[in-house]
């Protein structure tokens, strides 16, 4: 099963002010819920056979195949500490296009379930603590909330240099 996403370019480390809304896809990994641009996002896919590489990093642990194009896979869960989680009905990969160094960079990310998209605004955007995180703040570009809970928007250029 394939949804494809609209898109509209690359993505920005830049931070949503107040009157500004950003539209998201709403992804989890493990028990927490992140929120990736839209304009970033290709497609959706089911899980795919992938093909494991001797000496990669951690958290780009394979490569898979989508329509023919060999891209990396990348598990965020790794990158941020969080334990490995079996496959389960619900895991999608996200095929994602970001901006490195001037390149644009097509790698699939894990996602333990993809929720919806749907548009986050400014007004709700909360500083990213330098305390009681798990991870490492330079990831979070910044945190918002969606629902009733808080969601965060991550780095990607950053996660992966």
Known sequence: MTQPIQQQGHG????????ESLQVLMIGLGSEIFAIETEMVREIIDPVPVTRVAGARTFLP??????GNVI???????????????????????????????????FGLMADKVYEVTEISG????????????????????ISKWNDEFVIIPDLERILE
Not at 62 to 67: E, F, Q, S, W
Not at 79 to 93: E, K, L, N, S, Y
Request: no cysteine; aromatic share 6%.
């Open 12 to 19: 920005s480390r830049h931070i949503l002010q107040s009157g």
């Open 62 to 67: 394979a490569l898979i195949n989508v329509r």
């Open 72 to 106: 990396p896979l990348a598990d965020l869960r790794l990158r941020f500490g969080m334990p490995r989680q079996v496959a389960t009905a619900d895991t999608r990969i996200v095929v994602v296009e970001i901006e490195i160094g001037g390149d644009a960079v097509t």
């Open 123 to 142: 007004k709700n955007n909360q500083p990213t603590p330098r305390l009681g995180l798990h991870w490492r703040p330079e990831f979070i570009r910044f």
